[in-house]
């Protein structure tokens, strides 16, 4: 299967809802100024957020009238690649040679932290790297039995301690067995949330502070992993993450489980930053890197 076939397989809900309110648009009668106002509500209802709706629109009437469309159906393509051009970004930074390269995971609660760091395992172990996972969120203990179970699913090594833990201690001591055990990927699982007495913020600067000193020039990676069915509530939260440790790019959970695909582009717009991987569902192999134009014409075409 293609990766656009991938797409529009964990679409299929945008699909049935944002995007066939856009097919019905685009398939009918002659661009007008109803169309545009029409166009502003389906993507303002879509997710992609009123301020980003409304800049779309207007760049969509300079591109009907430069290229002298009259048909509703001759637009749909520009508005494709306008979509893609504002989530396209620069390439993520390629991970260091020096082994182990670690990555972060950041996010509130509830985002699948946990799920994404066994998939992002996954990925990395069939690439043929030898893979540690580290059970960070040790606020949780359900998400150290979680990974745990992942963690065997993928055949790659865990590091964990009991829950309630400091969170700093598990990777101190995980870093210094990938470092023994020639471990080429380490991929960290943190908290979204802590005891009331301790600031999650600052134990993530503090778990950053240890991971350095450790492997020097870590963490090469964060990624903050965002849920997509929480739409814009949960992109005042990830600003905070963003603030705190510094964030490389975004990985979008359960785009499966929304009918608002658009959500993609407010999070690429509110956050500044590139969406890496999107989650189009349960599986161990429904992580997939982030394709502008892919993703874009599976929820639109």
């Not at 492997?215 to 929480?230: F, I, K, N, R, S």
Request: charged content about 30%; proline content about 3%.
């Amino acid at each position: 299967m293609s990766l656009l076939e991938r797409f529009k397989k964990g679409l299929a809900r945008s699909r049935e809802g944002f995007s066939r309110r856009l097919d019905h648009l685009f398939h009918r009668g002659e661009i007008d100024e109803e169309f545009y106002l029409e166009l502003e509500e389906v993507l303002i209802a879509g997710d992609v957020g009123v301020e980003t709706g409304l800049k779309l629109v207007d760049q969509l009437k300079e591109e009907v009238g430069r290229a002298r469309l009259k048909e509703r159906a001759a637009a749909r393509e520009l508005l494709v690649q306008l979509i893609a051009a504002r989530l396209s970004a620069p390439e993520a930074a390629p991970l260091p040679e020096e082994r182990p390269r670690v990555i972060l995971l950041v996010g509130v609660n509830g985002s699948g932290k946990t799920t994404t760091a066994a998939k992002l395992a996954h990925r990395y172990r069939q690439e043929g790297e030898k893979v540690m996972l580290v059970a960070g969120d040790t606020f949780r203990a359900a998400a150290i039995e979680q990974l745990e179970i992942w963690a065997s699913r993928a055949g790659v090594d865990l590091v964990k301690q009991q829950a309630g833990s400091d969170p700093s201690a598990v990777f101190f001591d995980a870093l210094h067995a990938a470092l023994a055990r020639k471990t080429d990927v380490v991929i960290g699982d943190t908290a979204g949330r802590l005891h009331t007495k301790v600031n999650l913020m600052e134990e993530l600067k503090k778990i950053h502070r240890v991971i350095g000193r450790i492997v020097p020039g870590a963490p090469h990676q964060v990624l903050l992993v965002l849920d997509a069915t929480t739409g814009h509530n949960g992109l005042a939260q990830a600003a905070r993450f963003h603030e705190a440790v510094t964030v490389d790019g975004v990985v979008l959970t359960k785009l499966d489980g929304t009918a608002r695909g658009g959500i993609v582009v407010a999070v690429r717009e509110a956050l500044d930053l590139p969406v890496r991987y999107v989650g189009i569902g349960e599986k161990m192999e429904d992580l997939e890197p982030f394709q502008p134009e892919e993703f874009t014409r599976a929820l639109l075409e």
